[in-house]
């Protein structure tokens, strides 16, 4: 999953929750209530960052920082 902005992103299913690791000091997010369709759309965008901020931030899922990036 290479991406300029995303370190890494893990999927928990049962809970609908998506956890972003942000690159840099942009920190650590989880987003609620994201259905499956949505995070699967994430992951085979070409460009993370380009869905990340054109599509997935459109849709304003409810999140909050979990920490600083490792």
């Known amino acids: ?3 300029s902005v995303i370190a890494a992103m893990n ?3 049962e809970s609908l929750v998506l956890t972003i690791v942000y ?4 920190g650590v997010y ?6 499956p369709e949505e995070y699967t759309a994430f992951r085979s965008a ?3 960052g380009a869905y990340l901020n ?8 409810r999140y ?3 920490r ?3």
């Open 64 to 66: 909050e920082r979990v």
């Open 68 to 70: 600083d990036s490792p």
């Open 54 to 61: 054109e599509v997935f931030k459109a849709k304003e899922y």
């Open 1 to 3: 999953m290479p991406s």
């Open 11 to 13: 999927y928990n299913a």
């Open 46 to 48: 070409p460009s993370k």
């Open 30 to 35: 989880h987003y609620f209530d994201v259905p």
């Open 23 to 26: 690159r840099g000091k942009r």
